[in-house]
């Protein structure tokens, strides 16, 4: 048996000592205190906004509870009619991460945009649901975009999108309503689990499967966006976006969800 040299001894502690660290910073991590934002049984703490409907009506039962998923279909329309639909959550975050576990099943509703086959979405920095218009389709928000593939093609997902806001890629004002992220493709009925890191006014992160597939900063309200430059004049000017309201979309595809949790980065 080789022994190793004297001056070698040290740097043997030494990675000895790293790969412990390592391990204990990955044990850490596995002890967050993700809190569960839906709770398998009902919608208890989130409340519809429907197009065209008031806030809380759900005329159609699009977003429910079955077998522990919540799930969003639309198997009481006849057609979807731009009939766009979000589901808030009660308590708006501002320093946070959200994870959500979503696949895409069956077939998309008649009359549903070519865009929003197999689409949905997690809407952050989202503004309060109360004061959306009975027609307007989104709220103002950034939209994390949920893309599932049509079977042959590429397909990004964890995209963004931005209904009456603007971002900052790279250090310059970037104005293109959406942008793909650089995501693999997920065909079929797979599960995927998306997660978003929000840090207020500061940058916001897009992950998928564990994999940073998207980063950008400093969001803002749209002054030319009818709907965000009435929430810039109820905020004396402010166009800076460093919170708001979380929400899940319908945009005529089924979706289901079996996880949605926080992780609250203020406390």
Not at 50 to 75: A, C, M, P
Not at 142 to 152: K, N, R
Request: glycine share 10%; net charge negative.
């Amino acid at each position: 048996m080789r022994t190793l040299p004297s001056l070698l001894l040290p740097l043997a502690f030494c990675s000895l000592f790293l790969a412990t660290e390592f391990v204990s910073s990955d044990d850490s991590v596995n002890n967050e205190n993700w809190v569960p934002l839906f709770n398998g049984k009902d919608l208890a703490g989130w409340t519809p906004k429907i197009r065209y409907e008031e806030y809380g009506e759900d005329s159609r039962n699009t977003f429910r509870v079955k077998d522990g998923l919540l799930q969003v279909g639309y198997e009481n329309y006849e057609e979807f009619n731009e009939t766009f639909g979000h589901l808030f959550y009660k308590t708006p975050y501002s320093n946070y991460r959200i994870r959500v576990e979503y696949r895409f099943t069956g077939e998309q509703l008649k009359g549903g945009p070519g865009w929003a086959y197999r689409n949905s979405g997690i809407m952050v920095h989202g503004q309060d649901p109360e004061t959306m218009v009975l027609d307007q389709d989104f709220p103002v928000s950034i939209e994390v975009q949920l893309l599932g593939g049509d079977g042959t093609g590429e397909r990004t997902t964890g995209n963004l999108c931005t209904p009456g806001t603007h971002v900052f890629i790279d250090g310059e004002l970037f104005k293109p309503h959406c942008t793909k992220s650089n995501s693999k493709t997920y065909h079929g009925e797979q599960w995927v689990t998306a997660e978003v890191e929000v840090r207020g006014h500061e940058v916001i992160r897009h992950i998928i499967n564990g994999e940073k597939v998207l980063e950008y900063e400093k969001p803002i309200l749209d002054g030319a966006h009818a709907e965000a430059s009435k929430l810039i004049e109820k905020a004396d000017g402010k166009i800076e976006l460093s919170g708001g309201t979380i929400s899940l979309q319908s945009e005529s595809h089924p979706v289901e969800f079996r996880k949605v949790e926080i992780l609250n980065l203020d406390e």
